[in-house]
């Protein structure tokens, strides 16, 4: 089992390096430049428009993957948006599953009904994963331009909360 816990000041440089790697690779986020900590913290800890951040930890209590959950003014109030970012090496395996199940379980304690998730339509990765939780298309922002000026579709997922309660 995979332990899951609220994020911690102490958890922001390794979740920084791992959101830095994936950003280095490139393909998988939406975001295209380096975080510092400070920018990091503000944007995943700190943030105004976070409801959450929970951080998954491997064998050694390592961060291996996070996730935030946070508010969105282009969205419902009931509707919150996601963001998950998992360690590439060494991967755990189940860490993002983990992370959705706390995710899902806190959103509902808070009155949401739906989670939103935006996928660059480049990343197959992250829209495999947002497809295995149970995320269903809904709209498509066609031709977002990357900061050279190449388009890339943006995919909006949503999972109804509701529905997963009533099961």
Not at 141 to 165: A, C
Request: one cysteine or more.
């Amino acid at each position: 089992m995979i332990a899951v816990r609220p994020m911690m000041p102490e958890d922001v440089a390794t979740a920084c390096r791992i959101l830095n790697d994936i950003i280095q690779i490139g393909g998988s986020t939406a975001f295209e430049t380096s975080f510092s900590e400070a920018l990091f913290r503000q944007s995943f800890l700190d943030g105004a428009d976070k409801t959450f951040c929970h951080v998954a930890l491997d064998d050694q209590g390592d961060v291996a993957g996070f996730q935030w959950l946070g508010t969105n003014t282009d969205l419902p109030p009931d509707c919150a948006d996601i963001a998950t970012f998992a360690r590439r090496q060494p991967v755990l395996k189940g860490a993002g599953r983990a992370l959705f199940a706390e995710t899902s379980r806190q959103a509902v304690a808070m009155g949401f009904i739906a989670i939103n998730a935006t996928i660059r339509a480049d990343n197959g990765q992250g829209l495999n994963y947002y497809d295995k939780m149970g995320f269903r298309d809904y709209s498509v922002d066609y031709g977002v331009p990357l900061r050279d000026g190449t388009p890339v579709d943006r995919i909006s997922k949503r999972f109804e909360l509701k529905r997963k309660i009533e099961c």
